[in-house]
T-cell receptor
Framework: DGGITQSPKYLFRKEGQNVTLSCEQN?????MYWYRQDPGQGLRLIYY???????QKGDIAEGYSVSREKKESFPLTVTSAQKNPTAFYLC????????????FGPGTRLTVL | GDSVTQMEGPVTLSEEAFLTINCTYT??????LFWYVQYPGEGLQLLLK?????DKGSNKGFEATYRKETTSFHLEKGSVQVSDSAVYFC????????????FGSGTKLNVKP
């Protein structure tokens, strides 16, 4: 979706390094989400945030951290504690407490060497 | 808890064939239901949605009807094209559970000319 930017598209890191994935939105929605997708698999929720300065763990939060200092931004840090970080990471945005779809960014493919 | 189950793929069809991808759900509240499509290397795009029982979502020749009695939201298209080849995800959103989305595992569709 044109209103959600994820950068970079491809990211390579050495094992043991922390890396931060960017997600920016101009849709003015309150809720933001991070998902992980492995090849041939569905989406698994890592973290989500309904409002600024608040966020909750999803189903697979271990080894990840987030911040939500601005409405427009929800960066995800993949730490060295994440045992298998190579995956496709998707950021999504949605309206909070409204029957509405989630809008997805183009994704970042992280490869840990 | 809430969950979505969709038929496993891959589904391989010839061009102009009829498509059905089954999706059933479990929800404790009053979910909205969605179908998303993902093309290789991209994020998810909303295909269609339905917010209450008996609603029919439709877009680009695809249709799905929200069946509360059978807890189903099957995706159909009368005549598929090669360009429909993608992965299709069924999802639900529970308004009373912080707008969390629950995704099915995805069904890959291959359409042959």
């Amino acid at each position: 979706d044109g209103g959600i930017t994820q950068s970079p598209k491809y990211l390579f890191r050495k094992e043991g390094q922390n890396v931060t994935l960017s997600c920016e939105q101009n849709l003015n929605h309150d809720a933001m989400y991070w998902y992980r997708q492995d090849p041939g698999q569905g989406l698994r929720l890592i973290y989500y945030s309904q409002i600024v300065n608040d966020f909750q763990k999803g189903d697979i939060a271990e080894g990840y951290s987030v911040s939500r200092e601005k409405k427009e931004s929800f960066p995800l840090t993949v730490t060295s504690a994440q045992k298998n970080p190579t995956a496709f990471y998707l950021c999504a945005v949605g309206a909070y407490m409204v029957y509405n779809e989630q809008f997805f960014g183009p994704g970042t493919r992280l490869t840990v060497l | 808890g809430d969950s979505v189950t969709q038929m496993e793929g891959p589904v391989t069809l010839s061009e102009e064939a009829f498509l059905t991808i089954n999706c059933t759900y479990t929800a404790t509240g009053y979910p909205s239901l969605f179908w998303y499509v993902q093309y290789p290397g991209e994020g998810l795009q909303l295909l269609l949605k339905a917010t209450k029982a008996d609603d029919k979502g439709s877009n680009k020749g695809f249709e799905a009807t929200y069946r509360k009695e059978t807890t189903s939201f099957h995706l159909e298209k009368g005549s598929v094209q090669v360009s429909d080849s993608a992965v299709y995800f069924c999802a639900l959103s529970d308004l009373y559970n912080f707008n969390k989305f629950y995704f099915g595992s995805g069904t890959k569709l291959n359409v042959k000319p």
